[in-house]
């Protein structure tokens, strides 16, 4: 068996990242159903070294050993700065890091207007986005929502295309975006509707939340791609995967 930490110092540190399976995460939205759901999930790998929440109130931590939580104005004009400040503080861990947004709102965006959903779902995320990305982080997941398309008529789904756009603009070297369909397992979604969603083929079906949770738990371990684009039917889950540039 190799000795990594000798590969470590004769190779230099980013072969040490490349063979080191450990990593850290920095996850906006994850006080959500679904954010819990990959907060759980990435706590429940050993090789995930810390988790750091960035959320606008205080949470209960279960594991201060591994999960931290920093608090900001997520609405301040110096977000994107803050969020900077503090990924080159978890970059300089040595770990490699992966940046996780899990930001939504689901149901509800139905009350929202949709420059409302435009502040949260791009003005948010972007500005999360865009200072990880300054702090040297290179991967980078998110969460979308099946249908997303920029020119769609529907609000919700043209709101999501418009954010994988933002995000893709911001140059990530490895890039997971995720499109679930009706999500079983969470509270914003009524039984009846996850009846129905067994009927529904394709993409649009169900997905459990503890497999989304998985699924960006494996994007975070890996960044083998440029970028991927996920949807999932309702017994399986399908990769659409994208190279570009490899």
């Not at 594991?63 to 931290?68: C, E, Q």
């Not at 497999?211 to 990769?239: E, M, T, Y």
Request: with cysteine.
């Amino acid at each position: 068996m190799p000795d990594t930490n000798h590969f470590s110092q004769t190779k230099g540190p980013l072969w040490g990242k490349l063979i080191n399976p450990r990593f850290r995460v920095i996850v906006i939205g994850g006080t959500g159903q679904v954010g819990s759901a990959v907060v759980q999930a990435l706590l429940a790998e050993s090789v995930c070294r810390e988790v750091v929440m960035v959320t606008r109130k205080p949470v209960v931590i279960a594991d201060p050993a591994r999960l931290r939580n920093v608090m900001m104005d997520t609405g301040a004009a110096d977000l994107e700065m803050r969020i900077a400040d503090l990924a080159r503080e978890v970059v300089a861990g040595g770990d490699r890091v992966s940046a996780v947004s899990c930001v939504g709102v689901g149901s509800g965006s139905l009350q929202w207007t949709e420059e409302q959903l435009k502040q949260l779902e791009i003005g948010v995320v972007g500005a999360f986005a865009r200072g990880v990305r300054q702090a040297g982080v290179a991967q980078f997941c998110l969460l979308s929502a099946v249908g997303a398309n920029a020119g769609s008529r529907i609000k919700y789904a043209r709101i999501m295309g418009l954010k994988e756009a933002a995000i893709q603009a911001v140059n990530f070297p490895h890039l997971a975006i995720f499109r679930p369909g009706i999500i079983v397992g969470n509270v914003h979604t009524p039984r009846w509707v996850g009846w129905l969603g067994k009927l529904v083929p394709g993409p649009g079906g169900n997905i459990e939340q503890r497999d989304i949770g998985k699924a960006f738990v494996g994007s975070s371990r890996s960044n083998r791609c440029a970028l991927r684009i996920r949807s999932w039917h309702p017994s399986q889950v399908i990769g659409n995967w994208y190279s570009p540039g490899i």
